[in-house]
């Protein structure tokens, strides 16, 4: 949908192209206004098409997890799983911000800084004396490059990493309003990271770690993913124990999870996976110099952290 915008924006100013190469003052003003009308409405349709997406990703991932608990749970188990409705999952996905922004702040500041990158490039051109095909090419790229060299590529790029994100932002708040939903079954929420060599330090510190909704653990003080841009952390539901349920003094058979190369148990948490890898895997997941301070054994992952952030190698 937003290459479809870039395309009408391009043969919008294309249109503008005259009998004099340059742009004039009338063609700059008729220009800014038409990028900002076309940005405004693209901005009307995305919210709208991210609401839509929102709604019907959150009912798959409502399912997609119940149907996860069922199959987890034995059969002699009587579960009586609650399914929000769709309204309760859109007005927690639009409320709950995330990297310290919601997602119609998120759809707001594209279409601010997409407005800005438009005029300000037709704005220099005027400046300048370049022509409207000068404009073109500085925000579209050449043909040559396969038009990478644009300015506009580098917006596809930060949309591309925005949505991952909204993605991972839908499944994480999705899964906390289920769990909210049906806590006579779940007791809390555990961080899952995925194992393999793109973790960000930061998510590799909080793999495992737990929060029980009744506060008497609370290892991650309430965040959930996505805990930075192309975040791919999930979390999983902590089922109360059959002890707990009233049920039996058995517990639920130990199952899973999986890594990069192949399963490892469900216990295992990303520290004690790394410790089994290799040294030169070790070493490009952390750096030359990270491996080393890790290496003496005195640097454990949560040194590298604080606050959620990585942490120089200074600091």
């Not at 009338?26 to 405004?40: C, G, H, P, S």
């Not at 806590?183 to 929060?211: A, F, H, P, R």
């Amino acid at each position: 949908m937003l290459n479809k915008t870039d395309v009408l924006l391009r043969n919008q100013l294309l249109k503008y192209k005259g009998k004099t190469p340059t742009i004039t003052a009338k063609r700059l003003k008729l220009m800014r206004t038409d990028i900002k009308d076309i940005i405004a409405e693209s901005k009307t349709l995305l919210t709208k098409k991210i609401d839509d997406l929102a709604v019907n990703f959150g009912k798959v991932e409502g399912t997609f997890l119940g149907d996860l608990i069922h199959d987890s749970v034995p059969d002699e188990v009587p579960i009586s799983f609650i399914q929000p409705a769709p309204s309760q999952l859109i007005g927690a996905i639009r409320a709950k911000p995330f990297n310290n922004e919601t997602l119609q702040g998120m759809i707001s500041t594209w279409a601010t800084s997409k407005t800005k990158l438009f005029t300000n490039a037709v704005q220099q051109a005027y400046v300048q004396g370049q022509t409207i095909d000068d404009v073109v090419r500085t925000l579209f790229g050449t043909k040559a490059l396969q038009y990478t060299d644009g300015l506009v590529d580098g917006t596809r790029r930060q949309i591309r990493t925005q949505v991952r994100t909204a993605m991972n932002h839908f499944a994480s708040t999705t899964r906390e309003v289920v769990y909210e939903a049906n806590k006579e079954l779940i007791k809390g929420t555990q961080w899952v990271s995925t194992l393999d060599g793109k973790t960000s330090l930061q998510c590799i510190n909080l793999d495992g770690k737990i929060d029980y909704a009744d506060g008497s653990i609370r290892e991650l003080n309430g965040l959930r993913p996505p805990a930075h841009y192309n975040c791919r952390s999930t979390t999983v539901p902590v089922l109360k124990s059959l002890k707990e349920l009233g049920l039996s003094n058995k517990e639920f058979s130990s199952s899973t999870r999986a890594s990069m190369n192949g399963q490892v148990p469900e216990t295992m948490r990303y520290k004690d996976w790394f410790a089994k890898q290799d040294d030169t895997f070790q070493k490009q997941v952390l750096g030359k110099k990270r491996y080393d301070l890790y290496k003496t054994g005195k640097f454990t992952f949560d040194k590298f952290v604080d606050d959620g952030k990585t942490l120089s190698l200074k600091q």
